[in-house]
């Protein structure tokens, strides 16, 4: 009979949040099973309801948005309802701003829910969006810009440090229904707004990171058309040079040209060339050396504000890492005996970090439930999009990579198109990694317990892998076999010490 906890229970859903955030084109809905551990959500949904058109011409909220809108909030209820889901955030942004009608829509949204909607200034909104980027990223340099429907924020961030924002009158959705700002003259209005934000021009920005879901569908086509093997948008990243020809070419797009568009959601193909020109002008004035997409912003932005005020970034880091050993792998916090174990070899390797160390030793076990078969390939597909948003494109190549030569011998390569993301170092040091982590699971086949019975170091030209003598049992043909590859790897002489000092070279 299997007893159930019920202080555990309640724990879990107390840890389950929801955020609803309200803007001038989309509503969408996020569900966290625990937003400390993990920012990925188990829930993301959107609906497009206008709510915002026309609003510069009637200064109301759209009709027939506002009551599709109602409909979306209701089923978002329900489904709150159901998930016994209490804890909820709702914000709001430059639609409920402006409205000068948005009174009684207010009203029936807070009854339905409960709950007071938190609507946003503009710099409010502009600093949510930075914090938001700083989620998912090590270190944020540069300028955060945030399109919506009916705003652009800008934020710069010195060494994830927040020091100047604003909000400017530049939505999609506000500049397709404009009946003064047309797509031939909008180049010269956004221009025009940006130059009077003084800041904007007095530094310089090295990245630009980009948030908002028509930038997401402009970097998504990119990513398609030129045959990136990584699918994943966030932390996709183009040079300059490349963007501004792409963008040039995409604010060309008529209707015709639009409706031909693969890839991206069709409610979002009309405002390409817009947010293309809007992009244009502010690269032409900031000039950055790289442009970021970033699928954390507003939502992620505002709820770390509220849940990591006093919480220090390894502290963040960690309890993801837990998570994701929980939820990902099939061996818990064993883990971080693995990462004890190897690390001494790998310690000081400026091609694979501690960090990447750390989540190949949790990522490399992701075997659980996959079949025999192609067990390394599936590894591999598993480890590159697995769900953390603090990792480059390069870092999931390369714990990817780690990963494969986990489950196969490194004579095996994955398709050609990854390694050529990785200098040959990196490629190196990822088969290592993978040499040393299939060497480690050989030495556990009984017990992870012994490996804190064991220690694996380096000593000038060899590597020594030492153990008590009474588990010499433990060197079987198969130990040896990967003891000797993980040594030819690393260049070195591979060597086994016995506790009563007897010594073997293979």
């Not at 190196?428 to 012994?450: C, D, H, P």
Request: glycine letters at 4%; charged letters at 25%; a positive charge.
């Amino acid at each position: 009979m299997e007893v159930i906890n019920t202080k555990q229970q309640s724990s879990s859903k107390h840890l389950k949040l929801a955020i609803i955030d309200i803007g001038s084109n989309s509503i969408r809905m996020l569900i966290y099973d625990d937003f400390s551990s993990t920012r990925v959500p188990t829930f993301n949904e959107k609906a497009v309801c206008e709510l915002g058109k026309n609003l510069d011409k009637s200064r109301k909220l759209h009709k027939s948005g506002s009551e599709y809108a109602l409909k979306v909030l209701k089923r978002f209820s329900e489904i709150l309802n159901v998930s016994r889901i209490t804890n909820l955030k709702i914000i709001a942004t430059a639609v409920l701003r402006e409205a000068t009608d948005a009174k009684q829509f207010i009203s029936e949204v807070e009854t339905l829910f409960k709950t007071k909607i938190d609507i946003l200034s503009g710099e409010e909104e502009a600093n949510c969006s930075a914090e938001g980027v700083k989620i998912g990223f090590d270190n944020v340099d540069g300028l955060v810009a945030d399109l919506g429907g009916g705003s652009l924020e800008l934020a710069r961030v010195e060494n994830n440090v927040v020091t100047n924002k604003t909000s400017l009158p530049i939505g999609v959705l506000r500049l397709i229904n404009n009946p003064i700002v047309k797509k031939r003259n909008l180049p010269k209005y956004v221009k025009k707004l940006l130059r009077e934000e003084k800041w904007l021009s007095k530094k310089k920005f090295n990245n630009l990171y980009l948030v908002g879901g028509t930038w997401r569908s402009l970097f998504k086509l990119h990513l398609f058309q030129n045959n990136h093997p990584v699918h994943i948008i966030h932390q996709y990243s183009i040079d300059k040079s490349t963007l501004s020809k792409f963008v040039e070419k995409v604010s060309s797009f008529n209707k015709s040209k639009l409706k031909t568009v693969e890839y991206i959601s069709k409610s979002r193909t009309q405002f390409l060339p817009y947010s293309s020109i809007i992009l244009d002008e502010i690269m032409s004035t900031t000039n950055p050396k790289k442009i970021i997409c970033s699928i954390s912003g507003l939502r992620e932005g505002s709820l770390s504000i509220d849940h990591f005020k006093n919480t220090k970034e390894s502290e963040i880091f960690t309890k993801s890492i837990e998570y994701i050993a929980l939820k990902r792998g099939d061996l818990g916090s064993t883990y971080q005996k693995y990462f004890k174990f190897i690390l001494p070899v790998f310690d000081g390797n400026e091609h694979y970090n501690k960090k990447l160390l750390h989540l190949a030793c949790v990522l490399s076990h992701m075997d659980w439930g996959l079949g025999a078969f192609q067990k390394a390939e599936l590894v591999f597909q598993e480890t590159l999009n697995t769900p953390l948003l603090r990792l480059t494109h390069k870092e999931r190549i390369q714990l990817a990579l780690s990963c494969y030569w986990r489950y196969c011998s490194i004579k095996y390569n994955p398709k050609f198109e990854y390694l050529t993301f990785l200098n040959n170092n990196e490629i190196f040091s990822s088969k290592q990694v993978g040499a040393a982590l299939r060497f480690s699971q050989s030495l556990t086949s009984i017990s992870t317990i012994f490996l804190e019975e064991f220690k694996l170091y380096k000593r000038g030209n060899s590597i020594f892998l030492k153990i008590p003598s009474q588990h010499q049992e433990i060197i079987s043909k198969q130990v040896t076999k990967r003891f000797k590859a993980l040594a030819r790897e690393l260049f070195l002489e591979p060597r086994v010490i016995y506790s009563n000092n007897s010594k073997r070279t293979y």
